[in-house]
Nanobody, 117 residues
Framework: VDLVESGGGLVQAGGSLRLSCTGT????????FAWYRQAPGQERELVAR???????TYADVVKGRFTITPDFPRQSATLEMSSLKAEDTAAYYC????????????WGQGTQVTVSS
């Protein structure tokens, strides 16, 4: 299984970007998609998460600005980001979890988002 991300880039503050993540291979039991980010010198942090039950979680700093949308049958998810700020600059990583036959998590390779102020 691989997670392929796309959509990162350079954008001015106040602008928008859309990140996409698609899983290849058999992801039977897929039940969670999430986006994390990591800025230089900082720990990786959760940005947004969605489950097959419809539960969504957002980091406080992105609430109201970012939206995670899954398409579990297509093994994909997007992260719509608006009103971007310089502090949103980071490498963004897609994460997916499957729960069958055992719980296992997968990571994408990361895509860079740079917001200029």
């Amino acid at each position: 299984v691989d997670l392929v991300e796309s959509g990162g880039g350079l954008v001015q503050a106040g602008g928008s970007l859309r990140l996409s993540c698609t899983g290849t291979g058999n992801m039977a039991g897929l039940d969670t998609f999430a986006w994390y980010r990591q800025a230089p010198g900082q720990e990786r942090e959760l940005v947004a998460r969605v489950t097959t039950q419809g539960d969504r979680t957002y980091a406080d700093v992105v609430k109201g600005r970012f939206t995670i949308t899954p398409d579990f049958p297509r093994q994909s998810a997007t992260l719509e980001m608006s009103s971007l700020k310089a502090e949103d600059t980071a490498a963004y990583y897609c994460y997916a979890r499957v729960n069958f036959p055992m719980e296992r998590g997968y990571w994408g390779q990361g895509t860079q988002v740079t917001v200029s102020s």
